[in-house]
Structures are given as structure tokens and as C-alpha cells.
């Protein structure tokens, strides 16, 4: 397993996740759909490559349509990417299938299927643009009765959000996500299994839109939890095992196990990475560089998203939400009633749902509050000056 910070792996360089796996490709096979909700650096985009690669490895007649929707502003770019993404003999067929139909412009029909030089697609954007959205039932329509006739073919979304805000919050670009959307639940009802994932919580994202999630209906939640210490353990070893380091000792590994604040994928490798850089043979030496180099570069990495989702609240949101922070970060897994008692007439309920939806806390099965991760209390009660 080779240690790969940032872009999405799969195949032999994806480890554990088993049990969610299991489930996702039991999902796919019946064709069921899933949302991966986890906070960033979870391994959401890794877990999506890794299903279409399993699905793909188990029968050669399987098709993945994999996307990465984060390079697209609107709807032509949507299903240009769609079309571009399709094996060779798919897209034949998909073109014919849209010129036979007679419903549609063959000029639109060439707009998602042809590719034009940067002149001709600067000109031209806006006028297929147009067209796309005009003949929107029609198209969504066609291309849903295709995917039913197509039952091996699966469609991968990778930061569906990030394409939501790169539209923005236009009353017209609303119009247009909501017309994605419709388009995604048809596809989904007409047997197109798909996997979806964002590093925004994509449910949060629509409320903020004033977007019905019933659109999201026919999607079934998987959660990606950090991994367990055996496998951090295990995880370890195999990237040591990797790169034939005779200097590292099981020393080493336990201390950056003790060290980091929570088993990601990301920290993990990360802070190995860091390691392995500075040759640590010692757990003196491991401790000296995580707190001199890794652990300012993780909270820089990591905690700014946890700023810019603050100023959602305002007035006496913000005052809830700080005071509701400050008491779990005091005492965890807190219960509902002692949280109520202890913030007393700051309390706001509402707030903290938002606070649960934007993956500053969680809530557990045993109805107790705590931080979704210990990096984000961490930073909390630095930027509080909180005293346990």
C-alpha cells in the first residue's frame, strides 16, 4: 500500500471499510442507491472508486460512469461530462439513441455529444445552455427510458455539492440544481444505481437553498467513521511494510498512534509521511517533529472549514451555538437535558441540529452529545481558551 496524500486511491492502496463496502455493493447490485456522509479527509472519494473498481472486478460487464462534479459551473457541463465519461460503445449507442428519438435539436444533440475548439464553446455555452434547460422534461425523460434499458451501467458522483456551489444561490442556478436533481431521482426510479459523495454535507447544502430533500428520496446513508485503532495499527505497518524501512520500530508506530487526535485516513498518512521524512527512530523524536510540523500542518489543513461554517450562526444563534460548544467541549457525551440545564436560557434547539448537521458534533446512540472528532474539540478549546 503506498502512501498517497490527497488524490483518491483504490485497489490495493484502499484498505478496510469492509463492512460499509459489503454494503455498498450490496446496494448497487439490487439497484439501490447511497449517499457517503463523513467528514472531510474520511476517504469519501476513495470509498467511491473503491465500489466502482469492485463492481467492475467481480463482472467485466458491469458499467461505471465515474464523474468528479467539481469541474462543472452548469447543466451543459453536467452532461457533457456524463457523455464523455462513457465507454465508447455507450456513447454510440447513447448518441443514436437521442438522434432516433426525434424530441430533441439535433444542434443540442451535438452540443452534449460533439466537442468544439475553446472559441466555438465560449460562443456557443450559453446558447445550448439555454436549450438544455428548455427542453429539460424531454431530455431527462430520454435519458432516463436509456438508463432502463441499460441495467449494467452504474453512475459514480464524486463532490455532487461542490457543483451545487459552483452554481451558486441565484434564484436561476436554484432552478437548475433542482432540475439536476429531479433528473438524478428519475434515473434512480428507472434502476440506475448510483453512489454519491461531497466534502459538504449535501442535505445541509439544500436547506440553505430552500430545496425540497425529498428530491434526495431513494438514497440510502452510509457513514464513514474514523477507523479503529487495530486497523490505524495495521494501516501503519503496511505503508512501513511498503517502503522497507529497517529503522522503524513498533515504538514509532505506537507513539504516532498516541499522538494523533483521531484514526482518519488522511492524518494517518499524513503524519507519516512526516515521520518517515524526518527518519524518527525514537518516540522522543516522533513527538518532536508531530508537535513542531504535523500537528500545526493538520489544524491548518483541517480546522479553517470549521470557521467559515461559524458565521451561519448570527446574534443570539452565535451566542447558543458558542455556549452549546463551550459545555460539550467541557463534558462530553453530555445528555440532552444536562446540555439544556447548563447553557439554560441561551439554549436554542434549532441551533443545535445545525450544529449536528454541520459536523461540529454528534450525536450517539446512547442520545449523548460529543465533537464529531477530537481535532475539531481540540481547536475549539484553543480558540476558546477553555480550561478542563
Known amino acids: 500500500m503506498k502512501n498517497i496524500l490527497g488524490p483518491p486511491v483504490f485497489g490495493e492502496n484502499f484498505k478496510y471499510r469492509d463492512k460499509n463496502l459489503r454494503k455498498a455493493l450490496r446496494l448497487l447490485r439490487n439497484r439501490n442507491s447511497f449517499l457517503i456522509l463523513g467528514i472531510r479527509r474520511?476517504?469519501?472519494?476513495?470509498?467511491?472508486?473503491?465500489?466502482?473498481?469492485?463492481?467492475?472486478?467481480?463482472?467485466?460487464?458491469?458499467?461505471?460512469?465515474e464523474l468528479d462534479c467539481q469541474t462543472f459551473n452548469n447543466l451543459l457541463d453536467f452532461y457533457k461530462g456524463l457523455y464523455n465519461e462513457m465507454p465508447k460503445g455507450l456513447k454510440t449507442k447513447f448518441k443514436k439513441f437521442l438522434s432516433d428519438s426525434k424530441q430533441l435539436p439535433k444542434k443540442l444533440i451535438d452540443?452534449?455529444?460533439?466537442?468544439?475548439?475553446?472559441?466555438?464553446?465560449?460562443d456557443s455555452k450559453i446558447d445550448f445552455q439555454d436549450k438544455l434547460m428548455n427542453y429539460s422534461k424531454p431530455f431527462e425523460d430520454l435519458v432516463t427510458t436509456f438508463f432502463k434499458d441499460n441495467p449494467n451501467v452504474f453512475l459514480f458522483l464524486d463532490e455532487l455539492p461542490f457543483f451545487f456551489k459552483n452554481l451558486g444561490d441565484d434564484p436561476k442556478n436554484v432552478v437548475e440544481i433542482s432540475q439536476i436533481l429531479t433528473n438524478l431521482r428519475s434515473w434512480r426510479h428507472a434502476g440506475l444505481a448510483m453512489g454519491i459523495t461531497g466534502s459538504l454535507n449535501l442535505h445541509q447544502q439544500l436547506e440553505h437553498l430552500g430545496i425540497s430533500r425529498k428530491?434526495?428520496?431513494?438514497?440510502?446513508?452510509?457513514?464513514?467513521?474514523?477507523?479503529?485503532?487495530?486497523?490505524?495499527?495495521?494501516?501503519?505497518?503496511?505503508?512501513?511494510?511498503?517502503?522497507?524501512?529497517?529503522?522503524?520500530?513498533?515504538?514509532?508506530?505506537?507513539?504516532?498512534?498516541?499522538?494523533?487526535?483521531?484514526?482518519?485516513?488522511?492524518?494517518?498518512?499524513?503524519?507519516?509521511?512526516?515521520i518517515a521524512v524526518n527518519e524518527c527512530r525514537t518516540a522522543n523524536e516522533v513527538e518532536e517533529v508531530y508537535h513542531n510540523e504535523t500537528m500545526s500542518g493538520l489544524f491548518k489543513d483541517f480546522t479553517y472549514q470549521f470557521d467559515e461554517r461559524l458565521k451561519i450562526f448570527e446574534g443570539e444563534r452565535l451566542e447558543s451555538a458558542m455556549l452549546i460548544l463551550d459545555t460539550i467541549a467541557l463534558q462530553e457525551d453530555i445528555k440532552l437535558k444536562e446540555l439544556q440545564d447548563k447553557v439554560a436560557a441561551s439554549f436554542n434547539y434549532e441551533t443545535l441540529m445545525k450544529l449536528i448537521d454541520y459536523e461540529f458534533i454528534k450525536l450517539s446512540g446512547l442520545q449523548e452529545y460529543s465533537y464529531s472528532l477530537q481535532i475539531i474539540k481540540n481547536w475549539w478549546i484553543t480558540k476558546r481558551g477553555l480550561i478542563k
Not at 111 to 122: C, K, M, N, P, R
Open 111 to 122: 452540443g452534449i455529444t460533439d466537442i468544439f475548439d475553446s472559441i466555438e464553446v465560449l
Open 215 to 274: 428530491l434526495l428520496a431513494g438514497l440510502n446513508t452510509l457513514e464513514l467513521d474514523p477507523l479503529t485503532y487495530t486497523e490505524s495499527k495495521a494501516f501503519i505497518e503496511e505503508l512501513v511494510a511498503e517502503d522497507k524501512y529497517k529503522w522503524w520500530t513498533p515504538e514509532v508506530t505506537e507513539k504516532i498512534l498516541d499522538l494523533i487526535p483521531d484514526y482518519i485516513p488522511y492524518f494517518l498518512q499524513y503524519t507519516y509521511n512526516d
Open 42 to 65: 474520511t476517504g469519501k472519494s476513495s470509498f467511491l472508486r473503491q465500489s466502482a473498481y469492485l463492481l467492475r472486478k467481480e463482472n467485466s460487464d458491469h458499467i461505471c460512469i
